[in-house]
């Protein structure tokens, strides 16, 4: 296939929160590689060329609805959605309402086999491993409805690192029975990135590993340089690639663990959970 392998003409994605930040990048540069592209968003998409579909990822009728307005096929779908600490619904918007989504696309049989799932998860969705047990209770659970009552009974992670960490586990998990049906899934995890999100809470998201990228000099990731990484991760240039979590921190977390940066250490040993 060559250097086609990268595109996706012929191909339909699906980019669930495409209206801003990384998922809008994502949508633009499917566009540009000559994707059928279909974007849902609960905000207002400005993209031209683009079938744009309304959803609210708290609401399982929403996107149930979503789904059926969309239809299919799904050649490669773009879980991009989300929300940080102090928003209401953090947890269904982070992480059930995407499952739902996922899980209903590949039951209806809209995403089949040949189609891929790629999911932008966190820097912060390191370390799932530390908690393996008690995400594997969440992920156990059945549907959407199950998965809400979970978070209710476990209120003290119902917050941004505890939802990313149990997407980034969720993609391990679930990558054998996917693959089983021709249905690859991966994911990405961004270290800082300028999205409006990111800007709307600049103080922590933002200045997160300033020291580092000073030391190196560099800036903070563009949106377009992560959406890059996550569409070669559903395009048939990676068609071997399966229950990756890609770290795309410019080696962050690398140089942490290693020694190679050590100011990095010890707030990477956090993020992988070695601190408890």
Not at 29 to 57: N, P, R, S, W
Not at 165 to 174: C, D, E, G, H, N
Request: hydrophobic share 45%; charged share 20%.
């Amino acid at each position: 296939m060559g250097a086609d392998a990268f595109r996706y003409d012929g191909k339909r994605a699906l980019v669930v929160g495409g209206a801003t930040g990384m998922g809008n990048e994502t949508a633009r540069l499917l566009l540009d590689l000559g994707a059928e592209v279909v974007v849902m968003d609960h905000a207002d998409v400005d993209i031209a060329g683009v079938e744009a579909i309304k959803v609210d990822l708290r609401d399982r009728s929403s996107i149930d609805a979503a789904l059926q307005t969309c239809g299919g096929p799904i050649d490669a779908l773009f879980a991009c959605a989300g929300a940080a600490d102090g928003t209401p619904g953090i947890e269904r918007i982070n992480f059930i309402g995407h499952r739902h989504l996922i899980e209903s696309a590949v039951a209806s049989g809209a995403l089949g086999r040949g189609g891929a799932i790629g999911i932008i998860s966190s820097s912060a969705g390191l370390g799932w491993e530390a908690q393996l047990d008690l995400i594997n209770t969440l992920l156990d659970t059945p549907d959407f409805d199950a998965a809400v009552e979970w978070f209710e009974t476990n209120e003290s992670v119902k917050h941004y690192m505890f939802t990313k960490r149990a997407m980034s586990q969720y993609v391990a998990r679930q990558s054998v029975g996917l693959l089983k049906q021709g249905v690859r899934i991966n994911a990405l995890l961004p270290g800082p990135t300028d999205t409006p999100l990111a800007q709307a809470n600049k103080e922590l998201w933002l200045e997160f590993g300033r020291d580092y990228r000073d030391a190196v000099g560099i800036s903070t990731s563009k949106p377009s340089e992560q959406a890059h990484a996550l569409v070669f991760l559903c395009s048939d240039a990676a068609s071997y690639i399966n229950a990756a979590t890609l770290v795309a921190d410019a080696g962050w977390c690398s140089a942490g663990l290693s020694g190679g940066f050590p100011p990095a250490t010890e707030a990477v040993h956090f993020l992988m959970g070695r601190f408890g």
